[in-house]
């Protein structure tokens, strides 16, 4: 229990990190598409990347269950997030605010996870999911509120059937999930208000 | 920030820790500085957590024993510091972190055989402070009990 | 509707340090300070803490002093001042039984285990100002009785024994208690809720509502069975080692009414239960919060809801008194666009009124001319 991994690799200011990585999440909320630089260090355990760790730790609380994907839930990183941010881990999707996936996993299909009530549309799972890289990945072209025109965006290591999910998704406005993408130290939001087209088709 | 040796986790019973983190919680702020500064070799003890001011939700039962409702939050402090190795940890109503501090503060040095000694001593004062004040507090409630006695109402 | 209206900065600013040299009134006069406030007034601190819900006695102290003791304000104070700081987790819920009992008075028997005990109490007091406090002179120390103290028995278990009274409280299995703090309320509500409301409301409409039971308003036939006051633990389960730590004790009243009930189709007759528990010292709002909490369980008993104490939206609705302060005094603030539009309509409805009477003369103008 006293594990040394539990107990350590949070941020060295907690507040002044935690509202800088808030500050980055929310512009980049704002204007979906945009890359955003995650200046703060964390180390959460392994497997989950440091950038990962930091939105984590900026926006888990006790009041926000968090789902993790088996290989994330058999790490230390539970105990490392009840630690630092009190926030439980939950195996129900549904329940889940937060859902962590790292790098290189599957991720899960948008509609398992909770798509918040017409009446609480914000009591929904926002997914921090981490892909390879924001270039060289297929080209996706984005259009809606925060975006002036469209913007294109290449994000690599989304799984196939992305764009479908994505479009599933933005159909149940004003329910569905919100996307948080995370590459090295960036990352890319895409909320459900973005349209998703896949520029080849 | 972190230090690399980590000593495996001590053999002390939960059951103890327990009773030492509740009697730390209860402890003065004097109380632990003074045990702080009387302490022979002061170890190092590096912040991991905190000291963080809080809320905690007290929850009451229905009826007094049925199930639980939500009655009102309390401020509490908590904090938790890395020393020789172990991790302690220290919370305690209110909102004095210097306090939550020492208490990890004396809660990691109870996981040290070579401190554990001085920290048992501290809590065995503490005991016998509450006990004492426990113990007046009851006898001046006792003070105000009503003794019935009846009046005998009769022909003889 | 709101307009925004710029300007009054200068006043605002000023009516601010007004407000700050009031509030510290005669400069000769010491300043009181937070510990006396604790210590000598107590039981403001335990009303603000209770109705605020947070309890911290310095903390209340200091809203106390910086509302220049207007109780609501502080309590307001509180409110946004817990606002700031993060949740760390549910305590273990208390054990009243465990309670280091300063208190201990019971209406429906008088010789129980643990005895009556008066504590600290108003109650026989002649309610005669006291002179001799216009000095500082000296206090005696309380007395002390020695011997072994009986534990101090819960009256709901004396009772239980011959199955005459209700028990405790259970909800259906698995039920998670709510939390108003971090849900919308929504009607009907289960009990859990309707106390956690209760236990922050205020204190004089919670009198008020519970006096209103007993003079007929609801169909009560109350007795204490009993209001005790002491320190309870408060325990939170450390997830990073797997136990409880207790975090030090709170003082809180607590009142169990015990109500007559007639029995319906679905349970015999038998005695019902209201509860009441409240931080610090604060009977009056545990014996009211009591009659309230067993009036509002009509549902249970298959009662009609004839009286505003039964009614659940109205009593829940309207029981804080942050929220409603908040709403009675918005009403001083601009309204002046609000007003306009309603001026307007108030002079139209006017010129259409004298333009009819001129028109057609109404009955009685021509009833005064004759």
Known sequence: MADTQIFSGAFAEPVFAAQSVFRTIMDCMARPGTVGMIAAAARPPQPLGSTAGAVALTLCDHDTPVWLTPKLGKSKLPGWLSFHTGAAVTEDKHEARFAFVEQGAAVPGFGLFSQGTQEYPDRSTTLVVEIDAFEGGRPLELAGPGIRETIKVAPQGLPDTFVALAAANRAMFPRGVDLILVAGDRVLCLPRTTVINSREA | ?156 | MYVAVKGGETAIANAHRLLADRRRGDRSLPSITIEQIVAQLGLAVDRVMAEASLYDRAIAALAIRQSRGDMIEAIFILRAYRTTLPRFGYSVPVETAAMQVERRVSATYKDLPGGQLLGPTFDYTHRLLDPALLQDGPVEQPLQRDGEQEPVMRVADILAGEDLVEGDGDLPAGHVPGDLTREPLEFPMPRDLRLQALARGDEGFLLSLGYSTQRGYGNNHPFVGEVRMGEVEVELELPELGFAVSLGRIQVTECQMITQFKGSAKSPPQFTRGYGLVFGQNERKAMSMSLVDRALRTAEFEEDVVSPAQDEEFVISHADNVQATGFVEHLKLPHYVDFQAELDLMRRMRREHEAKSTEEPGEDVLEAAQ
């Open chain 2, 1 to 156: 920030m972190v230090s690399s040796v980590t000593r495996p986790a001590s053999g002390i019973a939960p059951e103890r820790r327990k009773a030492a983190m509740g009697l730390l919680a209860k402890a003065t702020r004097h109380e632990l500085d003074e045990a702080w500064k009387a302490l022979p070799q002061r170890p190092d003890a590096e912040p991991v957590r905190g000291p963080e001011t809080g809320l905690v939700m007290v929850r009451g039962r229905i009826g007094g024993g049925g199930q639980p409702f939500n009655l009102g939050e309390v401020t509490a402090t908590r904090a938790s510091v890395r020393l020789d190795g172990v991790v302690g940890h220290g919370q305690a109503l209110g909102t004095d972190g210097e306090k939550a501090r020492l208490a990890a503060v004396f809660d990691a040095l109870l996981q040290l055989p070579e401190h554990a000694p001085a920290v048992e001593r501290l809590l065995a004062d503490i005991a016998a402070r509450i006990a004492a004040e426990d113990a007046r507090k009851a006898r001046e409630t006792a003070a105000t009990r009503v003794d019935f006695f009846t009046m005998v109402r009769g022909d003889d």
